[in-house]
Structures are given as C-alpha cells and as structure tokens.
C-alpha cells in the first residue's frame, strides 16, 4: 500500500432489510486505498460491490441500510455524517462515473453547463468563471474543439463522449477519490480501451485515488494495483493485482480465473470447454451457513459448513477469507 | 420546422385576443361602462355600431374588446397560480414520497372529487365578487390536474441516471428538483397549463354569467351573456359576440396547446435539432 490511508473502510455491513429482518448483504468488508492508489473491486452480480460505493457516498435507499462498521476518509468517520455534510463531500471530495453514460446526462441541458454547474455547486465559483473551466475541463478529457462542444447537447455527442463529459464532471473539482462504478461496461471495446487510458492518465496527473468497480477481471488487472474479490457479499481475498491473477489464494478467485478464455486456447490446446464454477449466487436471503462460498467450492470440508472463515494474512501479503485456502 | 396548423391557428387566435385585449382603449369606439344611450338601444350591427348594441344602448363592439381584458387576466394569472401550485405540490410529492406524497396525493383525489366549478363558486360565495376573488378562486380550485402531471412526470424521471448522478455530485434536493426535473418535465406542464387557461376563461364566463363573477356594469363575456339572456330572440347579436369571443379564445388556447404539445415532446425535439 502506498502512503497513508485516503479510505479505510472497516468491517463494513450493509443490510438488505425485508419486512423487518435484516440479511447481512455486504458483512465485514474492510479494506483501504491510499492517495492517488488505483484499487479494483471485483465480483458477478450481485455480490455487493455497487452498494458498498453508494455506501461510502451515503446514498444507500431502502430496502438497503447500513449495518454497521466504519469509513474513514481521510482519517473522518464519515458513515454517519448528516445528509448537508456529506453532500459538500459528494462531487467535490469523492466522485462517481457511472456505468451507463447515455442517461447520466440531463438531456436538456448543454454539457459545458452540466460541467460548470460543478465549479459553481462547489468551488463557488461564478457563471462566468465556471463556464470557462468547463472548456478546460473538456479539453482535459481529450474532447476535440472544446469551445464549441460545450455548447452541444448531450443527444448530439456518442457515448464515448458522454463518458467524457461525464469523466470531466466527475473530475472538475479535483476529487481525493474517485468511484468508477462498471465505467465502460456501455461502450464499444475500442472506445473502452481510450476511456480507461483516459481515467488513468487524468488520476494520476491529479493524484486522485480510484476506487475501479468491474466484474471484468482483465480491466481491473490492467487499471490496478491491488485487487479485493467479493463473494455474497464478503470480501475473499485482497492482494496485489498480479498475484490474484498469477496464484489465485481463494477458491473462488481460482474459479473465476480459471474461467477466462484464453485468446489462441483452441489452436493450441485443441477443443476444449472454458472452466465454470458450479452452482449460482445464492440469493441475499439464503446465504449458506459457514462460508458463503461452500456449496459451490470443490475443496470444501466438515469445517467449511460449520464455521465462517475468518480473515487470515497471507505470507506475500494480502487476506484471504478461506479455510483452505492455497 | 414542418408546418404546424394548429399551432399557427392556435397562436393566431390568442394573440389576436391579447392584441385586443392590449389595445382596447385605442380600438374601441365608446367607453364600455359610461356611454349608455337608451335611445340606441338593442341597434342591428351595422357600420355605427359593428357588432350592435345592448339593451341599455352600450356598444358592444367596445364592450367585447374591454372585456378581452378581464377574461385574459383571469385565464393567464389564475392559470398560473394553478401551475405554481401543482408543480410545486406534485414535484415534491414525486420526488420526497413518504408522508408527503402520500398527503398531497390524498389532496389532489379530493380536489378531483369536486367539481372545481362548484368549489370555485363556494369560495365565490364566501367573498365579496369582484375580479381579486376571482383569481383566487379559479387559481385555488385548478392544480390538481397540474399536480398529478407534474408527479406522475416527475416521478418516472427520479430513477433516471442524471437524477441520480445529480445527486451522487452533490446537488441538494432544491437543485436536483430546479435543474433536473423540472426542465425535462416542463414540457407536459405548458401544455395542461394552456388548455387550463382555456377551462379558467370558460370558468370565468360562467361563474360571471351566474352572478358571481364580475359584477355589471363592468364588461365581462360571461356576464354579457348573462344579460343578454332575455333578448336572445329579439336581438341575438348581444349574445353572439361575446359567445364568439369566448369560442375563438378558447380554441385559440386549445389549439395553441394542441401545437406546443407536437414539439415540447422531448422525443420530437431531439429529431428534429
């Protein structure tokens, strides 16, 4: 980890509550990412890596509710800040680009404004002012003819553009960290390749921390440094990237990588079936008992099924949440 | 642009109206209240008298410009109370629910419940008749249409991305609702508020004809109908033309409504841009 913790979430739970009781979907996540630290987050649907962003940005709606734990940003509890404290931190200290950029714009309203509105929400800046660094902001994201763009319409752009203007929203106040929850999943592979390279180089030059949320292993083992798989709504292990990805430690994370195609596997290798893991994500309110993982995982045992796993330190460094793990 | 008929119509009709309504003192041939002259009483139309005159000898001509005045400023402004009213009340419902949703929402069904004619008509009858009560009347007894609009509306935009990136950015509810909503909703709101302004001058013209609205001498179309109940056989022009004027204004506004519907649709605007 590098330097001093920007985000230390710790032992966060976050319930999903149903007609009174309260099932644990996300419990005992903890991790940190340092300043200017590009941290992934991956996991299938479902398995709770979205609602622990909105958690952080406190935007959790009914029927979700924090269960418990702490986030620290930048050494402040911020987990119960009234709703007028945390909003002085939404967009301006910690920001979000978001999965789907053709509805992330308001479709009546030109993108220079939709970027100004931000320098005037939170640096109080003036309309004039603000319009101004709007063009700077769209040139940054690599836009061509900034000047005239910022007057275009959302409709007018295509979506590697939106990204783009969502990317310099998102970005216009300089934040400590940025949430990217799936921020290419809507876009064209090409085009994927740029917006990636684009949040990259802007996150670096700034010094902002990126928070990558994907369920695509090969962009998160290209984006960032360490990774955190999650599991029906556990974290099962957390390592440097290409650790995860050269010896997998959790049952789990084995399936999952066991599980990509391999570009050329057919000529070399013949015919053959990719890897699956067995079984589906159990639904939040039928976790298993034990680790959440057991009915699926071929190493399982006695224990597996009686006891939750805790958190153990692997020798290289990192956690894994397994009893037998490698 | 392709050619809209009925905006073109619409808006004609209306500006004609306001135009009327606006120059009245320099198009009209005599004062509207002062110049009775029993001896030209109940005169044809003719080239003195374009539309004739009334019972007491009032030219009607003058009569129907003047009273352009007072069914204009009853439509335009008791309308717009009503869209302040419901925009205010459905947007905030839509967009805070609970509670508050749940109250306005009880509200809007009783408002809907009464005939707004008779609720207008109760509240008539509580204060002194005269064009400030009028307003307030038909401002107070109108949103709930605009209000289920504006709700309904703005309910299915809540869970769109932009709102919620709007938030995620740190926009404040007031924002989100100003800037967000409100524009993308605004559209629908035009339109039901130009065919409620067509309801409040037809509402205006009966609350007066029944007696509760602008008082006589003043010259309003609802009233002048209402005088000129008795000689409708002997000389249907007095109540032709002040009939006519609420028939061309409300059409107008129909129309115009009708058109500013085709292209405020969100759908046809990102076409054709």
């Known amino acids: 980890m590098s330097g001093e913790a920007l985000l230390k979430v710790e032992n966060l739970r976050l319930d999903l509550v149903v007609g009174g009781r309260r099932f644990g979907a996300v419990k005992d996540v903890s991790f940190s990412i340092g300043r200017g630290e590009t941290f992934g987050l991956v996991g299938e649907s479902g398995c709770g890596k979205s609602i622990t962003a909105l958690a952080l940005i406190g935007l959790l709606r009914a029927p979700l509710a924090f269960g418990g734990g702490r986030i620290l940003f930048k050494g402040r509890e911020i987990q119960n800040l009234p709703d007028s404290e945390m909003r002085k931190l939404r967009g301006n200290a910690i920001s979000m680009i978001f999965q789907e950029p053709m509805t992330a714009l308001n479709p009546l309203s030109p993108v220079g404004r939709q970027i100004a509105e931000m320098f005037v929400l939170h640096k109080g800046a003036t309309w004039h002012e603000a319009e101004r660094k709007a063009v700077e902001a769209l040139a940054n994201v690599r836009v061509p003819a900034p000047d005239r763009r910022v007057k275009d319409y959302p409709h007018q752009l295509s979506g590697g553009m939106r990204q783009r203007v969502m990317i310099a929203i998102a970005l216009a106040c300089r934040p400590d960290l940025l949430l990217a929850d799936e921020p290419t999943t809507a876009l064209d592979v090409t085009v994927q390749a740029e917006i990636l390279e684009l949040i990259r180089d802007l996150s670096a030059a700034q010094g902002t921390a990126v928070l990558m949320i994907s369920h695509d292993l090969g962009l998160i083992a290209n984006m960032c440094a360490r990774v955190g798989v999650m599991y029906a709504g556990r974290l099962v292990e957390e390592r440097a990237a290409q650790e995860v990805f050269r010896a997998p430690s959790h049952p789990y994370t084995g399936g999952l990588v066991a599980s990509l195609p391999l570009l050329g596997a057919r000529a070399s290798h013949g015919r053959s079936r990719l890897k699956e893991i067995t079984g589906v994500v159990p639904a939040v309110t039928a976790f298993p008992e034990g680790c959440r993982f057991n009915p699926r995982c071929q190493a399982r045992t006695e224990i597996c099924i009686a006891e939750d796993p805790e958190e153990t330190a692997l020798p290289r460094g990192g956690r894994v949440r397994c009893h037998h793990h490698a | ?273």
């Open chain 2, 1 to 273: 642009m392709k050619f809209r008929a009925n905006l073109v119509i619409g808006g004609a009709l209306f500006a004609t109206v306001v135009v009327a309504g606006a120059l009245a003192p320099f198009l009209a041939h005599t004062d509207p209240v002062m110049d009775a002259n029993l001896m030209n009483a109940e005169v044809a139309p003719g080239s003195e008298f374009w539309f004739g005159t009334d019972a007491q000898g009032r030219d009607i001509y003058s009569r129907v410009l003047y009273g352009a005045r007072i069914s204009l400023t009853v439509g335009i402004v008791s309308q717009l109370i009503n869209t302040v009213i419901g925009v205010c009340l459905g947007l905030s419902a839509a967009y805070w629910g609970g509670w508050w949703d749940d109250f306005v929402s009880g509200l809007t069904n009783l408002m809907l419940a009464i005939p707004s004619l008779i609720f207008a008509l109760a509240i008539m009858a509580i204060l002194t008749p005269g064009l400030t009560s009028l307003l307030i009347a038909l401002g107070l007894t109108n949103w709930s249409y605009t209000c289920r609009l504006s709700r309904a509306s703005a309910l299915s935009l809540k869970g769109q991305g932009y709102v919620q990136a709007a938030k995620v950015l740190g926009y404040g509810d007031i924002r989100i609702m100003l800037t967000q909503i409100l524009p993308n909703i605004l559209g629908p709101i035009i339109v039901i508020g130009t065919l409620g302004m067509g309801g409040a001058v037809l509402a205006e013209a009966s609350l007066s004809f029944l007696g509760l609205g602008i008082r006589p001498p003043f010259p309003s179309w609802g009233s002048m109908l209402s005088d000129a109940r008795d000689q409708i056989t002997t000389a249907p022009w007095i109540s032709i033309f002040p009939g006519l004027a609420i028939f061309m204004t409300v059409l107008g506004l129909n129309l115009l409504g009708d058109g500013l519907r085709d292209i405020l649709d969100p759908q046809s605007r990102a076409r054709t841009a």
